[in-house]
């Protein structure tokens, strides 16, 4: 199916005429982060586009909830809107293995460069930008963003969603957590004692921005993936300030340097856990040197809230087809689905079913799922169920560990696991010491293999796969 959106506007007008797009005008600025707080977690909720917020230009927008529909979520990623959970997972398992890299395509301009403020014009209080959270340290212009950086080494350009607070009207916060990509080039800038050039994209079609949430290997750019899963480059322009790829048709952008010496207190920040991510601290910051936007720009608002969020509804999908193929390249057979669900930050709690072929084979899986790059970082619950159990389905999932697994013989702990500092169950001393790391369960929620056959016998001997496909269809 063909990408039917070339940029953000063209998207709104195919979800208008979805019927699921709704427009709302003059609002107060303080009052966005509590509609996003409140609209987010509804079923089916349409996309909210804000606009005409009094103080500043009537043309600048905020768009929120956009992925608050699976039609949505089909729409943005090519595939058939009329999909359930379980086909749409299985479309995302296929594309993600038949796509192939597509490097981006330099322009000599685009719809991003309509306006341009440099220097002394520089001034980002233009924009509407929200306080998300009642103790949030201050507005967070990046939420549903693009924060772009280049490896100083070998030149390989890095597309990753990560934190900035609008500090005043020419910096910006640049926190990202250790580990991630754009936190290693940063670093080589800094140990080098050489500033990090960086662009920031604030608002762009989803899709492109779905590309930042991908866990794509060391040394592959978003853009090419993006590319490689349109069937069309990438458009970009070269930033004037950095050179750094900037998407011809964004919304909103901006370039400058991050300083090894410089910076400024951030946050606290309410984050993808549910909790208040982090208290205040110094953190590196952007000084900001071209301001780039369209004319009636919008900014696209992507706030964390407690678990499932919006990003998490369209990153369900994208991860889960992840860990599915990577488990598939294994060599581990019996694979059914993977699943990571949203309520756990697509990070905490993870199921994958199997058909048993082997004793030992759903420990063997529950592991593998352990040291993957998408269960790796911040994870807390691995989940092996058999193949008749649905892992989009919560319930099917708890019930499964609540009748198949022992306590005391079915749970394998794994110590000194990989987190972050947004971890909420980490100490504040071990957070200030640095210790990164957590623990983990394996939960193997199958039938015991040994006796599988004699287990007792399910009141339900409908596939669950087409229980769903028939509730989604009714």
């Known amino acids: 199916m063909k990408i039917e959106f070339e940029d953000l506007r063209e998207w709104l007008i195919k979800v208008n005429q979805m019927g699921e797009l709704k427009r709302a005008k003059g609002i107060k600025l303080e009052n966005v982060g509590k509609i996003a707080e409140t609209t987010v977690h509804l079923e089916n909720t349409p996309a909210l586009l804000l606009e005409e917020f009094p103080g500043y230009d009537p043309g600048f927008r905020i768009l929120l909830n956009v992925f608050g529909s699976i039609q949505r979520i089909a729409l943005t990623f090519g595939f058939p809107i009329h999909s359930d959970r379980v086909t749409l997972v299985k479309h995302f398992q296929k594309k993600l293995d038949e796509m192939e890299l597509l490097p981006p395509k330099y322009v000599s301009s685009g719809p991003i460069f309509e306006n341009r403020l440099t220097g002394e014009n520089v001034n980002l209080y233009q924009f509407p930008v929200p306080k998300w959270h009642p103790e949030d340290g201050g507005p967070y212009i990046g939420t549903g963003c693009m924060v772009i950086t280049r490896d100083p080494e070998d030149g390989w350009v890095n597309v990753g969603t990560y934190r900035n607070q609008l500090h005043d009207e020419k910096t910006i916060g640049f926190y990202i957590s250790p580990g991630h990509h754009g936190w290693v080039h940063r670093k080589k800038y800094f140990e080098n004692d050489e500033p990090c050039p960086v662009a920031v994209v604030f608002g762009s079609d989803p899709l492109l921005f779905a590309g930042s949430m991908i866990e794509f290997p060391w040394g592959v750019c978003e853009f090419d993936g993006i590319g490689g899963w349109r069937g069309e480059s990438v458009k970009v322009v070269k930033g004037s300030v950095t050179g750094l790829p900037i998407p011809a048709n964004a919304e909103i952008a901006i370039e400058g340097y991050s300083y090894p010496d410089k910076k400024k207190e951030e946050g606290p920040f309410g984050e993808w856990t549910g909790y208040y991510g982090s208290s205040l601290r110094e953190e590196p910051y952007i000084e900001v040197e071209a301001v780039y936007f369209r004319d009636n720009p ?129 100490s504040p001393e071990n957070k200030k010491m640095g210790r990164f790391y957590n623990s983990r369960a394996i939960i193997d929620a199958t039938k015991p293999y040994e006796w599988k056959e004699k287990f007792p016998k399910s009141l339900n001997q409908t596939s669950n796969s087409k229980t769903s496909e028939n509730i989604t269809d009714g």
Not at 305 to 328: G, M, T, V
Not at 341 to 368: D, E, N, T
């Open 298 to 426: 919008i900014l696209l608002g992507m706030p964390p809230q407690k678990p499932p969020y919006d990003a998490d509804k369209a990153r369900e999908y994208i991860k889960s087809a992840l860990l599915f193929n990577e488990l598939k390249k294994l060599g581990i057979p019996g694979i059914i689905n993977a699943w990571c669900f949203g309520i756990g930050g697509c990070r905490l709690l993870i199921a994958v079913s199997i058909k048993q072929q082997y004793p030992g084979h759903s420990r063997q899986v529950g592991h593998a799922v352990y040291s993957t790059p998408m269960a790796n970082y911040l994870g807390r619950y691995v989940i092996v169920v058999d193949e008749d159990i649905n892992v989009t389905d919560l319930n099917e999932v708890m019930w499964a560990v609540l009748t198949r697994s022992d306590p005391a013989t079915s749970i394998d702990i794994i110590t000194r696991a990989t987190s972050g500092p947004l971890d909420p169950i980490l």
